[in-house]
Structures are given as structure tokens and as C-alpha cells.
């Protein structure tokens, strides 16, 4: 198993930026596929950006691409993803999540097996 706990959100005025952190803990991070979700309130959790394991391969939304990267350090067990331009429609709980076994979805919520609590994202205007 895999502990993971995201950090780095916050309050950021439209077209500012942040990084996130997701530290993994227990099980080695380099042993998953990462992904980056977001939930904003009264919306269902979103596909935000994907990492395989070597770091070789990556997947965004269409709504953060060119704007955000997904990035991971597996010697310091660390899955980064740098927004840049944000707008306030990025506002949300940002949630970190670790994939065991890709299953072909990796867009989907379902894909991942275990998640970290969130971090809040809040982009004004």
C-alpha cells in the first residue's frame, strides 16, 4: 500500500501560479502510475494529468494543456504538477492518486487505487 498526502494549494489570483505535491509514503511511489483529479463543489471528480512510472509518459485534460505539467521525483517518492495561468475555473479540491494495475482508463477515477485527502485550489478573478 501507498500513503499519499498532497500540499501546495491555495488562494492565487487569475493567471498566477502553483505547485502541488503529492509525498507518497509506504510502498514506493515508482511502483505506480500517478494522476492528478480535481472536484469542484457540486461538480464530479475530473481527470486533471497523468505520469507513468518512469516519468516517460504523461496525459492531460484538454483544459490544462499547455498550462500545467506533471512531474515526479521517484528518488524523493514526490508526484509534482505545476499550474501556471490559472483561471478561476481551476478552482477546486485537487486530489494526488496511485494506479497499481493501468486498466486502459486512465482518465477515469476508477482507474486509481488509492488517493490522498486533497488540496484546495481557489483562483480568483
Known amino acids: 500500500q501507498v500513503q499519499l498526502v498532497e500540499s501546495g494549494g491555495g488562494l492565487v489570483q487569475a493567471g498566477g501560479s502553483l505547485r502541488l505535491s503529492c509525498a507518497a509514503s509506504?510502498?514506493?511511489?515508482?511502483?505506480?502510475?500517478m494522476g492528478w483529479f480535481r472536484q469542484a463543489p457540486g461538480k464530479e471528480r475530473e481527470f486533471v494529468a497523468r505520469?507513468?512510472?518512469?516519468?516517460?509518459?504523461?496525459y492531460y485534460a484538454d483544459s490544462v494543456k499547455g498550462r500545467f505539467t506533471i512531474s515526479r521525483d521517484n528518488a524523493e517518492n514526490t508526484v509534482y504538477l505545476q499550474m501556471n495561468s490559472l483561471k478561476p475555473e481551476d478552482t477546486a479540491v485537487y486530489y494526488c492518486?496511485?494506479?497499481?494495475?493501468?486498466?486502459?482508463?486512465?482518465?477515469?477515477?476508477?482507474?486509481?487505487?488509492?488517493w490522498g485527502q486533497g488540496t484546495q485550489v481557489t483562483v480568483s478573478s
Open positions: 492518486a496511485a494506479d497499481a494495475v493501468y486498466r486502459g482508463t486512465y482518465y477515469l477515477n476508477t482507474e486509481y487505487d488509492y
Open positions: 509506504g510502498r514506493t511511489s515508482s511502483s505506480y502510475d
Open positions: 505520469i507513468s512510472r518512469s516519468g516517460q509518459t504523461t
